[in-house]
């Protein structure tokens, strides 16, 4: 059975950096590209980040370019988000996703965690 | 980035049909066949009901098809039930800019 379970979220300073982990299991973590995909609360759904099973094809969204980087371990089952220069606009609960293959062109697929929810507020 | 663009919402009475519109552009609905439908109720995350315009993942009920023509893909509910009552968001690959995109969002009330 897929499980992603994220982390890493919390209550955090304008400015100031976080990283969220995703840990999957249930699957052969190395085959498949996964996604960082947020909702601010009352919000819809936005799409953060994706990275293809061996790193080589990232993209990010217009709003988090340069500012945050994704990355994943595939020997850990790990993917990861490196927030930096963290904005009030930033809040939100943050998903980790599983694509529906390894690469372009990215279709999520039905497996989500429940997300870890960062608040950015001085 | 611009986000697809959904209605804001779209009503039924039980055992009717309703259909939801999420228009694009070329760089995304209109030249690839990757649009997706997301059911979400409060409080859960999203679970896919559409991929690649008209595949249905298992377990999806066949009461929810998808279409496409030109840069609009639509998603149909038949025998709309209580159940149904939920946010549904489209999504697509999107060629250039911003790779992947999600649609604005519709709430499904079943009157």
């Known amino acids: 059975e897929v499980h992603l379970v994220e982390s890493g979220g919390g209550l955090v300073q304008p400015g100031r950096s976080l990283r969220l982990s995703c840990a999957a299991s249930?699957?052969?973590?190395?085959?498949?590209?996964m996604h960082w995909v947020r909702q601010a609360p009352g919000r819809g759904l936005e799409w953060v980040s994706g990275?293809?099973?061996?790193?080589?094809?990232?993209g990010y969204a217009v709003s988090v370019k340069g500012r945050f980087t994704i990355s994943r371990d595939n020997a850990e089952n790990s993917l990861y988000l490196h927030m930096n220069s963290l904005r009030p606009e930033d809040t939100a609960l943050y998903y980790c996703?599983?694509?529906?293959?390894?690469?372009?062109?990215?279709?999520?697929?039905?497996?989500w965690g429940q997300g870890t929810l960062v608040t950015v507020s001085s | 980035q611009s986000a697809l663009t959904q209605p804001a919402s779209v009503s039924g009475s039980p055992g009717q049909s309703i259909t939801i519109s999420c228009t694009g552009t070329s760089r995304d609905i209109g030249d690839y066949d990757y649009v997706s439908w997301f059911q979400q109720h409060p409080g859960k995350a999203p679970k896919l009901m559409i991929y690649d315009v008209t595949s249905r993942p298992s377990g999806v009920s066949n009461r929810f098809s998808g279409s496409k023509s030109g840069n609009t893909a639509s998603l149909t509910i038949s025998g709309l039930q209580a159940e149904d009552e939920a946010l549904y968001y489209c999504s697509s690959y999107r060629s250039s800019g911003t790779l992947y995109v999600f649609g604005t969002g519709t709430k499904v009330s079943v009157l």
């Open positions: 249930g699957f052969t973590f190395d085959d498949y590209a």
């Open positions: 996703a599983k694509d529906m293959g390894g690469d372009y062109p990215w279709a999520l697929s039905e497996f």
């Open positions: 990275v293809s099973w061996d790193s080589g094809t990232i």
